[in-house]
């Protein structure tokens, strides 16, 4: 789709303005997230990079909000993981979650409701299930977001 664009954008004339759908800036990456399952947080996620490469290792960057109040929370633990649901396995490395800032009592924040996870791989093409498991201060939740990978 991208290369295509660039084909046709290649010395030919600027784009029509009658063409309503036509983008005048590069595709934003997808925005990925949502409530999770019960309702206990909101969750944004970001890819880095954006789409993750094939077989290559990526992060992932959750940030956790309040539904309420909207705002970040640091005080959780988040687990993030992926499967190929209609291929039975997951990831062929283990993703590894920041724990985050620790004090010597072993109390581990995430300034500004951020979570990484790194050690991600998409090792396939097609249509893979990313998970994020919450445990935090409204309890244990997680959402299941679909993500095809080209
Ligand atoms: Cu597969």
Same mark, same amino acid.
């Given at each position: 789709?991208?290369?295509?664009?660039?084909?046709?954008?290649?010395?030919?004339a600027p784009?029509?303005?009658?063409?309503?759908?036509?983008?005048?800036?590069?595709?934003?990456?997808?925005?990925?997230?949502?409530?999770?399952?019960?309702?206990?947080?909101?969750?944004?996620l970001?890819?880095?990079p954006?789409?993750?490469?094939l077989?290559?290792?990526?992060?992932?960057?959750?940030?956790?909000?309040d539904?309420?109040?909207?705002?970040?929370?640091?005080?959780?633990? $988040?687990?993030v993981?992926?499967? =190929?649901?209609? /291929?039975?396995? @997951?990831m062929?490395?283990?993703? %590894? &979650?920041?724990p !985050?800032?620790?004090?010597?009592?072993?109390?581990?924040?995430?300034?500004?409701? $951020?979570?990484?996870?790194?050690g =991600?791989k998409? /090792?396939?093409p @097609?249509?893979?299930?990313?998970? %994020? &498991?919450v445990? !935090?201060?409204?309890?244990?939740?997680?959402?299941?977001?679909?993500?095809?990978?080209?």
């Amino acid at each position: 789709m991208l290369s295509l664009l660039l084909l046709l954008g290649c010395g030919q004339a600027p784009p029509s303005t009658t063409t309503a759908e036509a983008p005048t800036t590069p595709e934003a990456p997808k925005a990925l997230g949502g409530e999770t399952q019960r309702g206990a947080y909101v969750v944004a996620l970001e890819l880095v990079p954006n789409p993750p490469p094939l077989s290559e290792l990526f992060e992932v960057k959750v940030t956790l909000t309040d539904p309420q109040t909207g705002a970040p929370i640091s005080d959780a633990t $988040v687990s993030v993981d992926a499967q =190929m649901p209609q /291929h039975g396995h @997951g990831m062929s490395t283990d993703p %590894i &979650d920041d724990p !985050g800032a620790c004090d010597a009592a072993g109390v581990c924040t995430h300034p500004g409701g $951020v979570y990484r996870t790194t050690g =991600m791989k998409f /090792h396939m093409p @097609g249509r893979w299930s990313v998970s %994020i &498991d919450v445990s !935090g201060p409204k309890g244990a939740d997680r959402l299941v977001l679909p993500y095809e990978l080209l």
